[in-house]
């Protein structure tokens, strides 16, 4: 029985519906991805999370009391462990008015990264891996596209704090999220360059007085030679792109974290680098943090009243108060967005070292400023109306005076204290969230933190 007419039917079937397929996937993703526009709940961050993990929170305790009350009803541990499978079932019942709705972690993403995994994860296989790779190339562009421009909207909204951890938890889910389908993500791209067509017709133009000579320079054959376009070859890796945002984005939070935590002192050293000379010939000591200050500049800023002991230890007692008082809630706002550990490890450690480090830059400013040495004469007579005698010279040397000492070295106890404190709480596991965090998609690498000097 010959069978190569209806396997020719059954070929054309396939790609009349592959190509159907790629259709609808194509306007999937120019609709909800490309062209999303996002309402205020969209937007609702960090409120999204905090129901999530709220009702997390409430499903966990729920489930231990089942399970308690189940092993004392029965007496077997079969009770026991259905309680605990119901109390997973229904972990997440907290909508954002209550109890009731379930709100899946999915729930807590932007829309267009769960329009555009669930996208490609339907086409993969169904298509071939060309046309694969280039749908999710597309994708991958758009979707890294809308996180950009809804971070945009929330730093407008909620700050920049808010914008940077959006950015990097959406791009580290996208990252990992991609990584089972093993594909690609590197084309080339090849443009059309009419720089030459331009520079042909405006030659034409001058020339046209020649447009009927005959040789090399005539009008019409120097325009039909030189109009031709070039092509021009471009490889784009739309992976390359997304590790170049979420770092971007991990620098940002940095650097806004530290200045969020540390702006009074940075406002200071502001203000003080506004007298230091931008060069000098003359290097810095080996142990500053500061460029070569000749006495003339380190008397201007000795008469500044910013850097007067009394302004000073106001200045250091409000920034240790705020850091004390931020500190908490940067932890806590990590941990609302990441919910992997090393994750926020990697984070936290960056900040510290840059607050430890503006903080040993204003101590060798002020350690310059008031580093000051008198030269004491002391003249011994030798007998009543002798000539001769003993000079003696002393030294004394004024430094910090002990408050601002006090309030510099505490400051740098309480952050590493801190910030130990808070890495140790992390790293340890006895956090609420240790045991989902074993298996999140949501790791960062060290190498997506650069650590840029101050």
Known sequence: MNLSPLRDVLE????????RLIYVAERVLRVEV???RPTPADLEYPGKLEAYWE????????????G????EEEGT????????AEAEEGMQALSSGGMGKVLPVYATWFPTLQMTLSLLSKIYRAVELHVFQEMAQQALAACTYSFLAAAKVLREQKGDMDADLFLVKHLLILREQLVPFDIEFAAIEKRLDFNSTRGALTRFFVDRHNLF???TDNALLSLALGSVPTVNEEEVDTRKELEASLKSACNAFILHATSHLAEPIATLLQKARAFLPTSSSNPSPPSSSLPYIDPTTLQTLSAQAFLQPARLEATLLEAHEGLLTALPALSHLLSLYLDHNNTKAILFRPVRQRILTLLQQ????????????????????????GAEGRVEAEKKERGLPEAIEGLLTGMTQSINKVFEGELEHWMDGSGSRSASAANSPTRIRPSDVEESGI
Do not use: C, N
């Open 362 to 385: 204003l101590r060798d400013l002020l350690g310059l400023l008031f580093h000051t040495s008198t030269d004491v004469v002391k003249i011994e007579g030798g007998k009543e109306g």
């Open 12 to 19: 054309r079937i396939a790609e009349d519906a592959q190509e």
């Open 68 to 71: 308690k009350e189940g092993g």
């Open 55 to 66: 009702a997390k929170r409430r499903g966990q305790e729920g489930g231990s009391q089942e």
């Open 77 to 84: 541990a079969g009770k026991e462990g259905e309680g605990a």
């Open 34 to 36: 490309e062209g999303f």
């Open 213 to 215: 000579r005959m040789g």
